[in-house]
T-cell receptor
Framework: DAGITQSPRHKVTETGTPVTLRCHQT?????MYWYRQDPGHGLRLIHY???????DKGEVSDGYSVSRSKTEDFLLTLESATSSQTSVYFC???????????FGEGSRLTVL | GQNIDQPTEMTATEGAIVQINCTYQ??????LFWYQQHAGEAPTFLSY??LDGLEEKGRFSSFLSRSKGYSYLLLKELQMKDSASYLC??????????WGAGTKLIIKP
C-alpha cells in the first residue's frame, strides 16, 4: 500500500476558525491532490500539486488554499471555515499525471 | 458540461454476477478508471480502460466503448466483502479526473 497519511482524521470546529489538514507521503510521488467527498456528489478536486511549490486550483477551490514546501507534505488550509465546508477530505498521490491515485484514509471535518 | 452517470444503488446476491454501468459526457477522453470504496474508507484502484474492449482481472472485469461513452464493471462470484461503493472516473482532455457519484452495491446472502 502507498505510504500516505492524513491528519487529523477527525475535527470539529466552529464557523470562522482556520483549519489546516495535513497530507504526508513516503512514496516520493510527484503529484498530490486534495479532494472533498459529499453525499450525492462525486469526488471533487480542490487543489493539486505537481511538485514542490507548484500548485494549481481544482473545480472547488474557493475558500481553500494549499502549500507544498516539501515533496512529502501537502497542506490544505481553510482560512475561515464555513458550514458548507463540512465534508470528508481525501488526499491522493500519483507518480504520473495519468496514473492511478493512491488515497489517504480521509479527514472528516465538521464545521458548526 | 461534463457528466458521469452511474446508478445510485444496486442489490445483488452472494455468488451471483452484477454489472455496474457508467455513462459519460466529457471534454475529450484519456482513460476511464474504476475504484472501490468501502464505507468509511478510502477509494482503492480497481481498473483502467483507455481502449475499447474488456479488461479482465480475476473476478472483476471492466468494459469500455468510447463511441458510446459507456463503460461497465462486471463482478463475478459475488462475496459479502464486495459490498462497497464503486466509483467511475473519466480523465478528460486536460488530464483532469471527472468522478461519478458512485454506485452503492449491497450484497445479500
Amino acid at each position: 500500500d502507498a505510504g500516505i497519511t492524513q491528519s487529523p482524521r477527525h475535527k470539529v470546529t466552529e464557523t470562522g476558525t482556520p483549519v489546516t489538514l495535513r497530507c504526508h507521503q513516503t512514496e516520493n510521488h510527484r503529484y498530490m491532490y486534495w479532494y472533498r467527498q459529499d453525499p450525492g456528489h462525486g469526488l471533487r478536486l480542490i487543489h493539486y500539486s505537481y511538485g514542490v511549490k507548484d500548485t494549481d486550483k481544482g473545480e472547488v477551490s474557493d475558500g481553500y488554499s494549499v502549500s507544498r514546501s516539501k515533496t512529502e507534505d501537502f497542506l490544505l488550509t481553510l482560512e475561515s471555515a464555513t458550514s458548507s465546508q463540512t465534508s470528508v477530505y481525501f488526499c491522493a498521490i500519483s507518480d504520473t499525471d495519468t496514473g492511478e491515485l493512491f488515497f489517504g484514509e480521509g479527514s472528516r471535518l465538521t464545521v458548526l | 458540461g461534463q457528466n458521469i452517470d452511474q446508478p445510485t444503488e444496486m442489490t445483488a446476491t452472494e455468488g451471483a454476477i452484477v454489472q455496474i454501468n457508467c455513462t459519460y459526457q466529457t471534454s475529450g477522453f484519456n482513460g476511464l478508471f474504476w475504484y472501490q470504496q468501502h464505507a468509511g474508507e478510502a477509494p482503492t484502484f480497481l481498473s483502467y480502460n483507455v481502449l475499447d474492449g474488456l479488461e479482465e482481472k480475476g473476478r472483476f472485469s471492466s468494459f469500455l466503448s468510447r463511441s458510446k461513452g459507456y463503460s461497465y464493471l462486471l463482478l463475478k462470484e459475488l462475496q459479502m466483502k464486495d459490498s462497497a461503493s464503486y466509483l467511475c472516473a473519466v480523465m478528460d482532455s486536460n488530464y483532469q479526473l471527472i468522478w461519478g457519484a458512485g454506485t452503492k452495491l449491497i450484497i445479500k446472502p
